[in-house]
């Protein structure tokens, strides 16, 4: 499966060689990464990325932006927020998700919460369930009933023929 990183940055520089890092350190290497940033002169131009200027703060137009430049063999989409990082074998592990199941549309992955000093924040998540599968038949109750305690992107990733949907 080919798999494609859509990174979004808006005005938050702090964390994103962190946050690119953990993307290039994956044990399965991503096939594309997209960046869309207010300011890409900021960001370390030795990344073979594709970079959209977006200097708004409309995180569905930056999305739309994003889907667009992907590459047509792309399969599951993956997206990361400047201020997030992902674990070392992310892709490695969420693809193997997709390759088993085709029926599942999109995956919510486990998370942990941190302050800027490292300080465990993960009290809201014992609301959530470990697993949640999301099919076509589901994927509106679920959004419905989870929204909030799912709504971090950078725990998302996608088949990309369900978004071309």
Same mark, same amino acid.
């Given at each position: 499966m080919k798999s494609a990183i859509i990174i979004t940055v808006y005005k938050r520089y702090k964390y994103i060689d962190e946050a690119l890092n953990s993307v290039l350190s994956q044990t399965v290497k991503p096939d594309q990464i997209i960046i869309v940033a207010d300011n890409p002169k900021i960001l370390n131009n030795s990344i073979n990325a594709t970079v959209i200027e977006a200097d708004y703060p409309q995180l569905g137009k930056k999305m739309f932006e994003a889907i667009k430049a992907l590459r047509d063999d792309i399969d599951i989409i993956y997206f990361l927020e400047? !201020? !997030?990082? =992902?674990?070392? %074998?992310k892709i490695e592990y969420i693809n193997k998700i =997709?390759? $088993?199941?085709r029926d599942i549309v999109t995956v919510h992955n486990s998370r $942990? *919460?941190?302050d800027e000093n490292g300080i465990d924040l993960n009290y809201e998540l014992d609301k959530i369930p470990f697993e949640i599968e999301i099919r076509k038949d589901n994927i509106v109750q679920i959004i419905r009933e %989870?929204? =909030? *305690?799912l709504s971090n992107n950078s725990s998302l990733s996608i088949r990309k !023929?369900? *978004?071309e949907n």
């Open positions: 400047d !201020d !997030d990082m =992902f674990h070392k %074998n =997709f390759e $088993k199941r $942990k *919460l941190v %989870n929204y =909030f *305690l !023929d369900t *978004l």
